[in-house]
């Protein structure tokens, strides 16, 4: 194999998302048994107890849910201040991420960006939606 090909990025149950994020679309589980959807990826349904999960595309809207500012450098992706929150999507599920631009304050619309990587998938990041 060619050290140049890109390798699966992720395991067996998060590589779906990172596919998706490849391609610049933010995927979720959806359980086609309750309908629930749900974030971080797991091997069952976290509301009704289903074996089986599929994969949904999100909107990509969300809402500030909590919301902090990270001072200490973490990792060398991350130069801070830079804002860490939990949003909540509009399907439902929340997930962790960071903002981008403008002042944000919990409650506000936020909507999808992504952040480029040299040697991996983009991160879904979030930037305050207008009006």
Not at 26 to 54: E, I, M, N, S, T
Not at 62 to 80: G, H, K, L, W
Request: charged content about 25%; some cysteine.
């Amino acid at each position: 194999m060619s050290e140049n090909k890109k390798q699966p990025y992720g395991d067996p149950i998060t590589y779906p998302f990172w596919e998706a994020a490849a391609q610049h679309r933010l995927l979720v589980q959806h359980c086609p048994r309750c309908g629930a959807y749900q974030f971080y990826p797991r091997p069952f349904c976290l509301a009704c107890g289903a074996d089986k999960v599929d994969w949904a595309e999100a909107k990509g809207e969300a809402r500030i849910y909590s919301m902090t500012t990270v001072r200490v450098q973490i990792s060398p992706d991350f130069n801070p201040p830079y804002i860490a929150a939990v949003v909540e999507l509009d399907e439902g599920p929340r997930m962790l991420g960071n903002i981008t631009g403008g002042s944000p304050k919990i409650g506000d619309r936020v909507k999808l960006a992504w952040r480029e990587r040299a040697d991996a998938p983009p991160l879904p990041v979030w930037t305050l939606k207008e009006g």
